[in-house]
């Protein structure tokens, strides 16, 4: 019989070698050394994939978890759950995970009965309202935490409050390797008799080689020998976005500096044996790193508890391990301070190798033998302390607990009503429809689902083209002598008005926000923050209240990442107080709307207020967007307690009957985006039930029991007449379809990764 408090199997979650990343590195390392001081506990790896098609895994990899999809971590859950795993060993870093701020494992936290023991690979000083939010969550629902340094541990107990008694501090660990004359290895290399400085790992930017190349004409006089090797290819991540531009930056800037006989760049990822040797031949180890915010480097420990001497900037990690002694500091960004430390260190040698000595000699204690029992320790507490809350009751949910299941998002149909010049606005049946042309509306629109799903992590190269597309379009049809956008285009490419609409200007505003915000997603951010700054100020003079709304909404996208431009924020106010004013002159107790009239995209009157009201910390703002958005719902809801928006033929005016026919797709989308800011706004659940409600009309819940969207073509149809469905797909119906979907997606992983547990 089992006995209740052994551990006999450990999970490890996280990157995972062949992967190539520090994370996929310290988890392998972690796991071997546990497997082999523990060889009686099965240790087997959850890894986290970048790469749809995951990495040729070893045999201890038993499940795997796609980064972007939230229903993997619910089953990796499960599984674990099945097999019995007593207890889950996590690798956390912000960077590995789906949604904002890696917030998906949270989801997957949630549902486990095992203790959790998480390894904080960052923890930040100035986290963002996101970052923060999910630290707060992981370090709840962890049974401990592990930091690898006392300042680490500083930030988790003062900026995050963090109970003491959970918090367990384990170096990073290292190989172990003798003492040994960096002479014995230089051969292997061919740099016997020289001066070896080294850094390796993944190269990115924020390394800062490039002030150790300045540093060297300076060494190079007084140690003609000198070489110094970078080993380790570039990131990953920075290949697929930038390529090779920053290594071959490097190279320039040492030809530049006529130092190239002197440098070699190892581009490759090495095995830790062959790494070992490199650090076995280093005479002083550099890593001159950029900032501060480093609270971990595994390749410092790794160089540090070799034996190697090092000089390095005052990042956190290397302000705690080079005290007393054991390195050498220098200030950020200070070229002349490398130099001048790595000079005093190679004249001085035996206060080389006595830094070298008390790095040693520190460094067992950081040995991945030990450091595995340091673990093992934390593993053993967290099953006490589990044992001594008690277990978490099955994760079986009844229907009313779970998500409603969404339709599996489908692009087929945008991508066929797309070309080369953008999309176009009509569909004949499933077909475009050419003869109609293009039109500005859907074009920011399409670019507006295609930065939502870049959001969510669901971008291909495919959309990411597309995207750009779309953004052409929006700079072509921007007329720099008026100020304003263009709205229809003919097939041939002839622009068929002298201006667009107001609301065609709020669109377009509100679609080069979004491209403001999402840094990183695109090569078209400062063309869009270029656009934006010359479209805003006509906003000033718009008397559509749909336009001011569209606008006001890319305003707060465009303001998440600009928020100092003072002209941004004074058209925010000046739109918001029209909105207001407009609310008074038409309200009445019985008439709770901003127009004599209930047209059109109705409910983005009241998401511009919410929105704006929340970011503008306006609690009347916020009040009356609330209050006129539960009127909207109220009257756009049927006998049968289905969603019914006011019909395109005729709308609702005032003390007249309203138009039940033709609903129009726009106005479910609307209605679901305005309900799932009024849930963010409230934190009240009746806000997620409208947007599902609203969101349900798409797909048969509405007045004729007949579903709109087209799981065939992954397209929507145009409407919903009194007695049939339009069979057409135009890119409107479609693009509302799937923004709705888009929000519905990011929602549920909301809900799933910060729903709070009851009684809390």
Request: net charge negative; aromatic share 10%.
């Given at each position: 019989?089992?006995?209740?408090?052994?551990?006999r199997?450990?999970?490890?979650?996280?990157?995972?070698?062949?992967?190539?990343?520090?994370?996929?590195?310290?988890?392998t390392?972690l796991?071997c050394?546990?497997?082999?001081?523990?060889?009686?506990?099965?240790?087997?790896?959850?890894?986290?994939?970048?790469?749809?098609?995951?990495?040729?895994?070893?045999?201890?990899?038993?499940?795997?978890?796609?980064e972007?999809?939230?229903?993997?971590?619910?089953?990796?859950?499960?599984?674990?759950?099945?097999?019995?795993?007593?207890?889950?060993?996590?690798?956390?870093?912000?960077?590995i995970?789906?949604?904002?701020?890696?917030s998906?494992?949270?989801?997957?936290?949630?549902?486990?009965?095992?203790?959790?023991?998480?390894t904080?690979?960052?923890?930040?000083?100035?986290?963002?309202?996101?970052?923060?939010?999910?630290?707060r969550?992981?370090?709840?629902?962890?049974?401990?935490?592990?930091?690898?340094?006392?300042r680490?541990?500083?930030?988790?107990?003062?900026?995050?409050?963090?109970?003491?008694?959970?918090?367990?501090?384990?170096?990073?660990?290292?190989?172990n390797?003798?003492?040994?004359?960096?002479?014995?290895?230089?051969?292997?290399?061919?740099?016997?008799?020289?001066?070896?400085?080294?850094?390796?790992?993944?190269?990115?930017?924020?390394?800062?080689?490039?002030?150790?190349?300045?540093?060297?004409?300076?060494?190079?006089?007084?140690?003609?020998?000198?070489?110094?090797?970078?080993?380790?290819?570039?990131?990953?991540?920075?290949?697929?976005?930038?390529?090779?531009?920053?290594?071959?930056s490097?190279?320039?800037?040492?030809?530049?500096?006529?130092v190239?006989?002197?440098?070699v760049?190892?581009?490759?990822?090495?095995?830790?044996?062959?790494?070992?040797?490199?650090?076995g031949?280093?005479?002083?180890?550099?890593?001159?790193?950029?900032?501060?915010?480093?609270?971990?480097s595994?390749?410092?420990?790794?160089?540090?508890?070799?034996?190697?001497a090092?000089?390095?900037?005052?990042?956190w990690?290397?302000?705690?391990?080079?005290?007393?002694?054991?390195?050498?500091?220098?200030?950020?960004?200070?070229?002349?301070?490398?130099?001048?430390?790595?000079?005093?260190?190679?004249?001085?040698?035996?206060?080389?190798?006595?830094?070298?000595?008390n790095?040693?000699k520190?460094?067992?204690?950081?040995?991945?033998?030990?450091?595995?029992?340091?673990?093992?320790?934390?593993?053993?507490?967290?099953?006490?302390?589990?044992s001594f809350?008690?277990?978490?009751s099955?994760?079986?949910?009844?229907?009313?607990?779970?998500?409603?299941?969404?339709?599996?998002?489908?692009?087929?149909?945008?991508?066929?009503?797309?070309?080369?010049t953008?999309?176009?606005?009509?569909?004949?049946?499933?077909?475009?429809?050419?003869?109609?042309?293009?039109?500005?509306?859907?074009?920011?629109?399409?670019?507006?689902?295609?930065?939502?799903?870049?959001?969510?992590?669901?971008?291909?190269?495919?959309?990411n083209?597309?995207?750009?597309?779309?953004?052409?379009?929006?700079?072509?049809?921007?007329?720099?002598?008026?100020?304003?956008?263009?709205?229809?285009?003919?097939?041939?490419?002839r622009?068929?008005?002298?201006?667009g609409?107001?609301d065609?200007?709020?669109?377009?505003?509100?679609?080069?926000?979004?491209?403001?915000?999402?840094?990183?997603q695109?090569?078209?951010?400062?063309?869009?923050?270029?656009?934006?700054?010359?479209?805003?100020?006509?906003?000033?003079?718009?008397?559509?209240?749909?336009?001011?709304?569209?606008?006001?909404?890319?305003?707060?996208?465009?303001?998440?990442?600009?928020?100092?431009?003072?002209?941004?924020?004074?058209?925010?106010?000046?739109?918001?107080?029209?909105?207001?004013?407009?609310?008074?002159d038409?309200?009445?107790?019985?008439?709770?709307?901003?127009?004599?009239?209930?047209?059109?995209?109705?409910?983005?009157?009241?998401?511009?207020?919410?929105?704006s009201?929340?970011?503008?910390?306006?609690?009347?703002?916020?009040?009356?967007?609330?209050?006129?958005?539960?009127?909207?719902?109220?009257?756009?809801?049927?006998e049968?307690?289905?969603?019914?928006?006011?019909?395109?033929?005729?709308?609702y005016?005032?003390?007249?009957?309203?138009?039940?026919?033709?609903?129009?797709?726009?106005?479910?989308?609307a209605?679901?985006?305005?309900?799932i800011?009024?849930?963010?706004?409230?934190?009240?659940v009746?806000?997620?039930?409208?947007?599902?409600r609203?969101f349900?009309?798409?797909?048969?819940?509405?007045?004729?029991?007949?579903?709109?969207?087209?799981?065939?073509?992954?397209?929507?149809?145009?409407g919903?007449?009194?007695?049939r469905?339009?069979?057409?797909?135009?890119?409107?119906?479609?693009?509302?379809f799937?923004?709705?979907?888009?929000?519905?997606?990011?929602?549920?992983?909301?809900l799933?990764?910060?729903?709070?547990?009851?009684?809390e």
């Open positions: 019989m089992r006995e209740p408090n052994a551990i199997k450990i999970a490890f979650l996280g990157d995972y070698m062949p992967r190539k990343c520090g994370i996929a590195t310290f988890t390392d796991r050394s546990v497997a082999a001081e523990f060889p009686g506990v099965q240790c087997l790896v959850v890894p986290v994939n970048d790469l749809k098609n995951g990495y040729n895994y070893p045999a201890e990899v038993r499940f795997e978890i796609a972007q999809d939230l229903s993997s971590y619910l089953r990796a859950a499960d599984f674990l759950n099945i097999t019995e795993v007593d207890v889950l060993c996590l690798q956390h870093e912000f960077g995970f789906g949604g904002q701020a890696g998906h494992v949270l989801a997957m936290l949630r549902e486990l009965r095992m203790p959790i023991v998480t904080l690979h960052t923890v930040l000083r100035e986290p963002n309202t996101e970052q923060r939010r999910v630290m969550d992981l370090i709840r629902l962890s049974t401990r935490l592990v930091v690898m340094s006392k680490g541990r500083e930030f988790l107990l003062e900026v995050y409050q963090a109970p003491a008694a959970k918090v367990d501090l384990i170096p990073h660990g290292i190989p390797m003798p003492f040994a004359d960096p002479n014995f290895f230089k051969d292997e290399f061919g740099v016997a008799g020289k001066q070896v400085l080294l850094t390796f790992g993944l190269l990115s930017p924020n390394k800062g080689i490039e002030y150790a190349l300045r540093a060297l004409p300076e060494m190079i006089r007084e140690f003609p020998r000198i070489v110094y090797i970078v080993v380790g290819q570039t990131h990953p991540n920075l290949l697929r976005e930038e390529g090779e531009a920053y290594r071959l490097l190279e320039r800037l040492a030809k530049d500096l006529g190239q006989k002197h440098v760049f190892f581009n490759r990822f090495v095995e830790l044996e062959e790494l070992m040797r490199f650090i031949a280093c005479d002083i180890y550099l890593t001159p790193y950029l900032t501060e915010a480093q609270i971990t595994g390749t410092l420990a790794c160089a540090f508890g070799a034996g190697n090092v000089v390095s900037t005052p990042y990690h290397a302000l705690e391990l080079l005290s007393a002694d054991r390195g050498k500091l220098v200030p950020f960004k200070d070229a002349k301070a490398i130099a001048n430390a790595v000079v005093a260190l190679l004249r001085d040698e035996p206060l080389r190798h006595s830094m070298r000595k790095a040693y520190l460094g067992r204690d950081m040995v991945w033998s030990r450091v595995a029992q340091l673990y093992e320790n934390s593993f053993e507490q967290a099953r006490r302390d589990h809350v008690g277990s978490k099955s994760p079986i949910k009844t229907l009313d607990e779970q998500p409603g299941q969404l339709p599996e998002l489908k692009l087929d149909h945008l991508f066929r009503m797309s070309d080369s953008g999309i176009f606005q009509h569909a004949s049946f499933t077909v475009p429809n050419f003869a109609e042309g293009y039109c500005t509306d859907d074009n920011a629109r399409a670019l507006v689902l295609a930065m939502m799903l870049q959001r969510l992590g669901l971008g291909s190269p495919r959309l083209g597309r995207a750009a597309t779309y953004a052409a379009f929006l700079n072509h049809a921007f007329d720099r002598a008026r100020g304003r956008f263009h709205n229809f285009m003919s097939f041939d490419r622009w068929l008005d002298e201006v609409s107001e065609c200007q709020g669109q377009a505003l509100w679609a080069l926000g979004l491209c403001v915000a999402q840094a990183g695109g090569s078209f951010q400062r063309l869009a923050a270029e656009l934006f700054e010359l479209a805003l100020p006509v906003a000033a003079e718009f008397t559509s209240p749909r336009a001011w709304a569209f606008t006001l909404i890319g305003i707060d996208e465009y303001l998440r990442r600009l928020s100092g431009d003072r002209r941004a924020n004074q058209i925010r106010e000046s739109l918001t107080a029209k909105l207001m004013q407009r609310y008074a038409a309200a009445t107790d019985h008439w709770q709307w901003f127009e004599e009239v209930v047209s059109y995209a109705n409910a983005k009157l009241p998401h511009a207020m919410i929105l009201g929340r970011c503008m910390n306006d609690e009347a703002m916020v009040d009356l967007g609330l209050k006129t958005l539960r009127w909207l719902v109220g009257i756009q809801t049927s049968a307690g289905s969603f019914r928006p006011v019909g395109s033929n005729g709308f005016p005032r003390g007249k009957e309203r138009a039940l026919f033709d609903q129009q797709p726009i106005e479910a989308q209605t679901v985006s305005a309900c800011e009024a849930y963010h706004a409230t934190d009240d009746f806000w997620v039930a409208e947007a599902r609203a349900e009309w798409f797909l048969g819940r509405n007045d004729l029991g007949m579903a709109l969207y087209d799981p065939c073509t992954g397209g929507c149809r145009d919903l007449h009194m007695d469905l339009s069979q057409n797909q135009g890119a409107e119906s479609t693009l509302a799937l923004l709705a979907l888009a929000e519905n997606q990011a929602l549920q992983n909301t799933a990764s910060f729903k709070e547990p009851p009684g």
